[in-house]
Structures are given as C-alpha cells and as structure tokens.
C-alpha cells in the first residue's frame, strides 16, 4: 500500500519536473486595458463628481483601487516606454514624445513571449518603431484617429470604418475569439486613444449631457500666485489656449486661409469623417455652436462655456471607452475566460479637467502625477479593495512578470506589487517616488523634478532653478508653494535629501 502510494508520488513528481512551465495552463491570462489622458477624477470608481462608468467600475467592485498609483514622467510615448521595460526614461531611452523607442531592448512582452505567453497589442502604441514581442500587432500610426483609422500592421496600413474605440475592442476580441492559441496564456493589451485631445465623440455619444451643466472644479480660476513661474508661462489653459476648430469644434469661417492652421487641426479631425458621420455630426454640433454664437460671451462666462464643451466631449468619449470595456468583460464572462484572466484598467497618465485651468498633463502636480489604476485577479484580489501605497508605471511589467511566474529580472527599477494584490505591503516598500517631466516644446511645461512622499512634495524647474514644497495635507490642490517657509525648513531639507539619494540610487545622470 505504502509502496503504491510512494510511487504514485514520485511518478507525480517526475511528471510535474517534465511538464515545461509554459504547458501549465494554470498561469493566469492577462488582458491590460490602457487609455490615453484617461484622468482618475473621471471614473466614478475613484468618486467622480462629474460622470458614471459603470463598467470601468466592475472592475474595481470586483478587484482593487490603487489610490496613489503615479507615473514617472507624465506623457504619453515615456510612460509607454516606462511600461515595457520597467525603467525610469533616462535608462529606457524615451525622454520625451519625439525619441524613438529601441525596441532591441528588454521589455517584459518578450519576457513573456519566452516563458510561452501568446502575446498582442491592439490601438494606441506611440512609441515610433514598430512593437517587438508581441505575437500579433496592430497600431494606431502616431497619435491615430478618431474617426476611419489607419492601423499599422508588420505588412503594411489598413483603413478600418468606423470610431477607433469600438475598433480597437473589435479587433482585441477578434484576436482572443479567433488567433489566440487557446492551449497557452495569453497577455494582450488593448489599447484606446480615447480620451486623448481633439476629443471626438462617437456617433452614439454625440449629445450626451447634453443640456446639462458639469460641476467644475474649485481652481478653474487660478491666478498662478504662489508658485513659481512655470505655472504661469504654460500655455494649456482652457480660456487662452483652446483651438477653436480643434478642441471647440467651432467650423472654421468659409474664407480661411489654407495653410491657417486652425483649419488644417479641423480638417484632420472632422475631415476625416464621411457623408453619414458628418450628417449626425453637424446635426449634433450646429444647434449648439449657433447659440453659442448668438450669445457672444466674454470673460469668464466664455471661459466656464469652454469648460463645458471641452469637458463633455473628452467625457463622452470616455462613455465609448466605458462601453467597450463592458464588452471585453462580457466576453469574459461568455467563456469563461474571467476566472483566470487578470484584467487591469489605466491610463498613461493622469490629466487635468480644468484644474488650475488647465487641460493636458506633463506637471508632477497631483492631476497628471497619478493615474488610474484598477486590477481584478479572481481568487488573489480581494473584492472591493483599496490600496494607498505609492506604487507606479514603473512596477507594472514587474508584477505582471510576477503575476505570470516569471522571473522579475534585476535591471529592471520597479518592482512587483503583487504582495498588495493579495493585500499586503512589503515593510521595505518605497515611501518616496522620484519625477522626472524632460519635454521642452508644446504646451510650455518646464522641464522639471522632483519627490513624493505621502504628505509632501517637492519641485525643482532646473532651468531656471526655481522650487516648489507643498504639503498635501493642508493644501491638496496644490496652490501654495511653502518653500523657504521657516516652520518647514526641516521637511525641506529632509525632502532635499531624499530627492539627492532616489537620483543616486536610481541612476538619474547630471543635469547637463
Ligand atoms: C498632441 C496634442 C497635445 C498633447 C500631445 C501629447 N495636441 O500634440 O495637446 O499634449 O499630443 O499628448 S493636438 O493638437 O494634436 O491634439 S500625448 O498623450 O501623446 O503625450
Ligand atoms: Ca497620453
């Protein structure tokens, strides 16, 4: 008996050594839905005041909340590649929108591919050359459009009728319906362009909050006071900086000039659509523009109007977004898939709904420092949960990696958060998170660095060595700078010190 026993045991033993790793079907999948400028203070999981997502929300009622999740460098392309390598954009090699990716390096999709992961990326990639690691590819060239997209592929373009949100999820659940190797994990990230600027609703979202006033928020009149100069030199403000045929969709005057440039933003934007598109588009807008017009607003009330329409077209594009993670997560359901499917939900970065007046990112101010980030794991997260550990863009190939089984290598700067999946924190887990903001060019935003601890946060602008401190506790929406205040002279220097050995410690070269 004992015997038979015993060699039952080691011939399950030597069968489990045989298997490889990557035949073990029991590693989970993992569906990554990404947004681009999706801000946390627009999801009503995370208590917005100004719109629902319901089904964005399933996955935070089913899974966890990360309250303080914050991105390194707040902009698209370098949160990108942040994210598929696991490190701080000077040793990834993307500062800034405009450098290109060296996708020879490591990134954790190839980690996976090697450890038997079946691979994709659908939407919005922005990262210039073309994705290596994934199995399956298709992209949106540059930003992408709204409207009739072209969508790159290894071969070539294609041009897909129809909006880019409902297309990306078309062709995610074409590929998991249809390509997918259903004898291996997968790891597929769905990738949206919505609600990135231009804004362009879908055709069934087009008069949503229609007749409605959104709340705004407190510091749409900021004056700028208190802080240093940066604040004042951007050139993201909704009331000065808005694109009229751009961001207002106010039809640019029969005569204007052809290289103006107002018109050539319309053109590729509203251009873009076709005969019945336009139709429900004009029908949707002229109403609306007619009485704008006729009011001739001024001042402030022109400010609040810009408000609104900026406000409820980035909103509505969201409720497209929203829909279509319904439908990803129906498709979970449908067969199956759910129970062993890690689904995480966020943005590339956070983004300003006319706090401090302002639309777009780039500051290390709260708005576009933090991102969404909600993760369902079925058996490992806990419903309904919440974190509030400061964990970042930075630590999400290493917990996937971890997730999957796969060895986290040690080059890479974040680190696995898979211990607070299972709702526990690491005693050594960081408590100050160092920024980095590098662009110089649109929108004005000084470069700028700087540290994060949970009740302070301390800003440098190198270029013209001006700082900022500001205590979270007392002022959350950041309008008073207390640096040089003597009764913080302490936390400054502390801060001070802090800012020099996350630099030291993560390789951060000299300022040139
Ligand atoms: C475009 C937008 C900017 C935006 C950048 C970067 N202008 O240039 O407002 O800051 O993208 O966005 S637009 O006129 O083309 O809409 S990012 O998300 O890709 O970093
Ligand atoms: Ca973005």
């Not at 790891?187 to 229609?210: C, F, I, N």
């Not at 928020?217 to 009331?239: H, K, V, W």
Request: proline share 6%.
């Amino acid at each position: 008996m004992r015997s038979a026993w015993t060699r039952t045991i080691v011939v399950t033993l030597l069968l489990s050594v045989a298997i490889p790793v990557w035949a073990q079907t029991s590693r989970p999948n993992i569906i990554f839905i990404f947004s681009d400028d999706h801000a946390y203070q627009a999801i009503s999981a995370y208590g917005s005041r100004i719109n629902h997502t319901p089904n964005i929300d399933r996955i935070a009622r089913e899974g966890m909340r990360f309250e303080n999740a914050m991105v390194t460098n707040s902009i698209c392309a370098p949160s990108r590649a942040v994210i598929q390598t696991g490190k701080y954009s000077h040793l990834n090699g993307v500062l800034d929108n405009m450098q290109v990716f060296d996708g020879s390096q490591q990134t954790f999709p190839k980690l996976l591919q090697q450890a038997g992961y079946q691979t994709a990326v659908v939407g919005k990639w922005h990262l210039k050359s073309e994705p290596t690691g994934f199995d399956y590819w298709e992209v949106l060239p540059g930003q992408g459009a709204y409207y009739n997209p072209d969508l790159r592929v290894p071969a070539g373009q294609n041009r897909h009728a129809g909006y880019v949100t409902d297309i990306i999820t078309d062709l995610t659940l074409n590929w998991l319906e249809h390509e997918r190797d259903p004898d291996r994990p997968f790891m597929v990230m769905s990738q949206h362009k919505a609600p990135h600027r231009g804004w362009m609703p879908g055709p069934e979202r087009l008069t949503l909050y229609d007749g409605m006033m959104i709340p705004e928020p407190d510091t749409l009149f900021d004056d700028y006071a208190n802080r240093a100069s940066p604040a004042r030199l951007q050139e993201m403000e909704i009331g000065r900086h808005m694109i009229d045929g751009h961001d207002l969709k106010l039809k640019p005057a029969p005569n204007t000039p052809e290289d103006n440039p107002d018109l050539r933003l319309w053109l590729a934007g509203y251009g873009r659509l076709d005969e019945g598109q336009r139709r429900i588009w004009d029908a949707a807008y002229e109403p609306k523009n007619a009485a704008f017009l006729a009011a001739g607003l001024e001042g402030r009330a022109l400010v609040r109007w810009k408000y609104q329409r900026y406000i409820k077209d980035y909103l509505r594009t969201i409720a497209s977004v929203d829909d279509n993670v319904g439908r990803l997560l129906r498709y979970l359901d449908e067969t199956g898939l759910a129970e062993n499917t890690i689904v995480v939900y966020s943005s590339d970065q956070g983004f300003y709904l006319g706090e401090h007046g302002w639309f777009d990112k780039r500051w290390m101010y709260e708005e576009s420092l933090k991102t969404p980030l909600l993760v369902r794991w079925p058996g490992v997260v806990a419903a309904g949960s919440t974190n509030t550990d400061m964990v970042s863009n930075l630590d999400f190939p290493a917990t996937l990696l971890n997730a999957a089984g796969v060895d986290v290598p040690h080059d890479m700067q974040g680190r696995s958060f898979v211990p607070m999946l299972r709702g526990e924190t690491p005693a050594d887990w960081r408590k100050s998170f160092y920024y980095h903001y590098y662009e110089k060019g649109i929108h004005n935003v000084a470069p700028h660095e700087g540290v994060r601890t949970e009740r302070h946060k301390l800003i440098h602008y190198y270029e013209t060595d001006e700082w900022e401190l500001f205590d979270l506790e007392v002022d959350p929406n950041e309008i008073r700078s207390i640096y040089g205040a003597a009764s913080y002279a302490e936390t400054q220097a502390a801060l001070l010190d802090e800012l020099e050995g996350l630099k030291k410690a993560l390789q951060v070269p000299d300022i040139p």
